[in-house]
């Protein structure tokens, strides 16, 4: 195990990314930017950027592999990795909920939400895309606010990050992106094993 958290560089740059998502939502709050040529106009907020750290830091250190290690089926790598998955996107949900709660800030619940979301969709592509799989948050994050919005600048149903916190339908949405990463990561993983 020792050699799994190191190989997975867990201690510096899992470390790093949760430390600069926390910084980002204590900071940016409700702050937005205007996008004028969006469809229904409309604010960005400064919020949506901030699970890209994590996003990030989940293909670096899933992609950080020893593949004739990590192939060996004594070892069951694909369920270390996806309780490392579980512990980071923890936390932030519990720093998202405190910054929330503390400062105040309805932003800071949703970024809790949005960073399992497109945590879950990175992750549900990650075996196929591998390092290029850091793309699909960065391009939801861009899109969403210049799509999402229809022109009575309500979020369309598809525009999981610009819905209320509880939403029934962003909530669902987050929960069939979980399942997806789940299945990618854990039939990516023993596949692993069976063709290693």
């Not at 910054?99 to 105040?104: A, E, K, R, T």
């Not at 960073?115 to 390092?131: D, I, S, Y």
């Amino acid at each position: 195990m020792i050699y799994w958290f190191k190989a997975r560089r867990l201690n510096s740059i899992a470390a790093l990314a949760i430390a600069l998502y926390a910084l980002m939502v204590a900071l940016f709050l409700d702050s937005a930017i205007e996008l004028p040529f969006a469809t229904g106009g409309g604010d960005m907020l400064l919020m949506m950027l901030a699970p890209l750290p994590i996003c990030s830091a989940l293909v670096l250190c899933l992609r950080s592999r020893l593949d004739a290690a990590d192939a060996l089926p004594v070892r069951r790598v694909w369920a270390f990795d996806m309780a490392a998955v579980a512990v980071l996107l923890l936390l932030a949900v519990v720093i998202g909920q405190v910054c929330s709660v503390l400062l105040d800030s309805r932003a800071a619940g949703e970024a809790s939400r949005n960073t399992v979301f497109l945590a879950a969709c990175t992750l549900a592509v990650l075996p196929w895309l591998k390092e290029r799989a850091i793309v699909v948050p960065v391009a939801t994050v861009m899109v969403t606010p210049l799509l999402g919005r229809g022109y009575g600048g309500e979020p369309r149903w598809w525009a999981i990050l610009l819905q209320p916190a509880a939403d029934p339908t962003a909530l669902a949405g987050c929960a069939a992106a979980c399942t997806a990463a789940a299945i990618a990561m854990a039939s990516h993983g023993r596949r692993l094993h069976v063709t290693g």
